[in-house]
């Protein structure tokens, strides 16, 4: 499938990118909202090699978010799924993004899920106090479905994805 935009695409993560992975993981400009990971290039060259069972398998998926030109930019994360619904999240933009690259990202993400999963909503977390993902996913027609100690829960249906999509089309196209 194709999944590239105006000015980023998204690939499968492949073990050459775990220094790149590490780089934004442990950077306290992009971790606040983040689970803690090893320091350690090995051990995420480790997980990335497990995880391509569970890609091949269908249990989640991985992406690298590039710039149309190869570079690196981010990374976002597809799981937990269930019957008609998935979840993402690991979704990090470093200063290397474009300037819509949030926004399509998060379509590229949703036309996987979408299309190719054949899913029909999304439901996710956002760390409380994360106001600026908070805000991008209301904006994004997403609906606060309760929360936890620690997060906002949302779920968001391909049909309000296709409506923001056509309201906002001239910049992601």
């Not at 398998?57 to 619904?85: A, M, W």
């Not at 690991?90 to 998060?106: C, H, P, V």
């Not at 106001?131 to 904006?139: A, G, L």
Request: proline share 1%; glycine share 4%.
């Amino acid at each position: 499938m194709d999944l590239q935009s105006k000015t980023i695409k998204l690939r499968f993560i492949e073990d050459r990118d775990a220094e790149f992975v590490l780089t934004l993981r442990l950077d306290e400009k992009y971790n606040q909202f983040l689970s803690s990971v090893s320091p350690s290039i090995e051990a995420q060259r480790e997980w990335i090699k497990k995880y391509k069972t569970d890609e091949t398998s269908g249990t989640q998926y991985y992406f690298i978010i590039e710039r149309n030109d190869g570079t690196p930019c981010g990374t976002v994360r597809l799981y937990d799924f269930k019957e008609d619904s998935f979840c993402w999240g690991s979704w990090i933009l470093n200063e290397d993004k474009t300037r819509y690259a949030a926004l399509e990202s998060a379509f590229l993400v949703y036309k996987f899920a979408f299309e190719h999963l054949n899913m029909k909503k999304s439901h996710f977390e956002v760390r409380k106090g994360n106001e600026r993902v908070i805000s991008f996913h209301e904006k994004m027609g997403a609906i606060n479905t309760g929360e936890t100690e620690l997060d906002l829960l949302f779920e968001i249906t391909k049909e309000a994805v296709s409506h923001t999509k056509q309201r906002l089309l001239s910049k992601i196209i």
